[in-house]
């Protein structure tokens, strides 16, 4: 069936300058595609820039080349005034719900906030629908008059939820937004996400670098390495399409303590020789690299229905299947 596509990065790049006019490649040529409905994982470990995705995806980050396309149209090409619909239609959600919420501000003024600012409604209906919104996400209406110092963590992200659901948002972006919850409050979280993308249909974009999470739950899986993508997958094939050596070795380290110990070695090695490399970003970490995988970037192949995977092995043997 085809997929409706309703956001689309097109050839994104990020690079930051710091003040002495030193320059950081943090984003290389990436490529995402969230259908309607659909539920994308971004993975990858600290530092690959998946919060400077998430950023650029959000608008609140501008992207050094490439496009954002929402709907068909080009958003990154819009004066910023037009853009208050993507603000709206787009929801993000962190990872310390903390941060998000002014300590002064009760859990009541917070919900009807955006309701009130995009003129929405009136500020009695706004308050009688965060008391609807707060019982959806399973907190009763007395929260309203909390303030967010009286909440747990797990309470005040799902206030955050409410407050995103309730704009109706096409797409629901989560930057690692239960990483900061115990284990049994985060399956809690992801349980109510689930529940309410089967009642309202929002596409979202689940951003972390927890490969269990990202398999239970999403649909495609982008795998990232040092801004660039490196594997597309189904989610439900993780363990058993991946091919790519990176997503590889990720997997095996999530079971083995000296796997782990391996990858951040790897890691290591790789990071010094990384600094803007023209081949794969991954090449000095893999066991099977040619002098070419040091030297050409290795472009997205697909390999069957499930993976496509950015690794010259599988460019031969296409290039292979292609001639014989
Ligand atoms: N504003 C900035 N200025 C300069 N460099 C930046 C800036 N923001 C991010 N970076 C760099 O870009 C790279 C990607 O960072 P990013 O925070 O996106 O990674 P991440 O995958 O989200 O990591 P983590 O999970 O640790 O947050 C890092 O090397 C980081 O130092």
């Known amino acids: 069936m085809e997929r409706d596509i309703i956001l689309q990065l097109e050839n994104i790049h990020k690079v930051f300058s710091d003040n002495n006019g030193k320059t950081m490649k943090a984003m290389n040529n990436v490529n995402i595609a969230l259908g309607k409905g659909e539920c994308i994982g971004i993975v990858g470990e600290s530092g690959c820039g998946k919060s400077t995705l998430a950023r650029i995806i959000a608008q609140l980050t501008a992207p050094?080349?490439?496009?954002?396309?929402?709907?068909?149209?080009?958003?990154?090409?819009?004066?910023?005034?037009?853009?208050?619909?993507?603000?709206?239609?787009v929801q993000m959600i962190f990872q310390d719900p903390l941060g998000t919420f002014s300590p002064r501000m009760k859990i009541g003024a917070y919900l009807i906030e955006p309701f009130v600012n995009f003129k929405i409604m009136s500020k009695k209906k706004a308050y009688q629908y965060a008391e609807v919104l707060l019982e959806k996400v399973g907190l009763s209406k007395d929260y309203m008059k909390k303030y967010p110092n009286e909440l747990s963590g797990g309470e005040l992200q799902r206030v955050v939820i409410a407050r995103a659901i309730g704009l109706e948002p096409d797409i629901i972006l989560c930057d690692e937004c239960t990483s900061a919850l115990d284990v049994s409050i985060q399956k809690q979280i992801i349980a109510l996400l689930i529940d309410l993308k089967k009642k309202t249909n929002f596409s979202s974009i689940f951003i972390t670098h927890d490969l269990a999470l990202a398999e239970s739950i999403c649909d495609k899986i982008y795998v990232m390495y040092l801004g660039e993508i490196v594997e597309v997958l189904e989610g439900q094939n993780l363990l058993s399409e991946a091919r790519h050596p990176y997503t590889r070795m990720l997997l095996d380290s999530v079971f083995s303590i000296k796997n782990f110990d391996k990858r951040i070695e790897v890691n290591r090695k790789i990071d010094r020789a990384f600094n803007g490399t023209k081949g794969c970003v991954f090449a000095e970490g893999c066991l099977n690299k040619s002098r070419r995988c040091l030297?050409?970037?290795?472009?997205?192949?697909?390999?069957?229905?499930?993976?496509?995977?950015?690794?010259?092995?599988?460019?031969?043997?296409?290039r292979i299947a292609s001639v014989v």
């Not at 050094?64 to 239609?89: F, H, Q, V, W």
């Not at 030297?295 to 296409?318: D, G, I, T």
């Open 64 to 89: 050094s080349e490439g496009k954002i396309i929402y709907r068909g149209e080009d958003i990154t090409a819009l004066p910023k005034k037009s853009t208050k619909m993507y603000y709206k239609n």
């Open 295 to 318: 030297e050409e970037k290795p472009h997205l192949v697909k390999v069957n229905q499930y993976v496509s995977v950015a690794c010259r092995k599988y460019e031969e043997v296409r």
